[in-house]
């Protein structure tokens, strides 16, 4: 069974900047895909950045030049570096592996825990 836990993220004032990390574990974890997603209340599941065993990288335009998304192929990790963060970053954030999007809609058997982040002004 898959598990990606996740850790990190919480409050921060405009400007400043946190981190995510995310550790996935179980049979068959050694995924291609991986990616950070987030969820403000009302908004649908919006994919911020994704990154590839071989390191190649997408970024959302609302997030690209201030996040920056990397990985551990041996540990199994994704992190999320978020800087200049905005008021409206605020969300709950999620990682995530072997997505695909259905109908407009971001779905995946896998995903973490959800973290929240706010950013106050």
């Known amino acids: 069974q898959v598990q990606l836990v996740q850790s990190g993220g919480g409050l921060v004032q405009a400007g400043g900047s946190l981190r995510l990390s995310c550790a996935a574990s179980?049979?068959?974890?050694?995924?291609?895909?991986m990616g950070w997603f987030r969820q403000a209340p009302g908004k649908q599941r919006e994919l911020l950045a994704s990154?590839?065993?071989?390191?190649?990288?997408t970024y959302a335009n609302s997030v690209k030049g201030r996040f920056t998304i990397s990985r551990d192929n041996a540990k199994n990790t994704v992190d999320l570096q978020m800087n200049s963060l905005k008021p409206e970053d605020t969300a709950v954030y999620y990682c995530s592996a072997h997505f695909l999007r259905v109908g407009g809609v971001w779905t995946s058997d896998y995903w973490g825990q959800g973290t929240q982040v706010t950013v106050s002004s």
């Open positions: 179980g049979s068959g974890s050694a995924f291609n895909a």
């Open positions: 990154i590839a065993s071989d390191g190649t990288t």
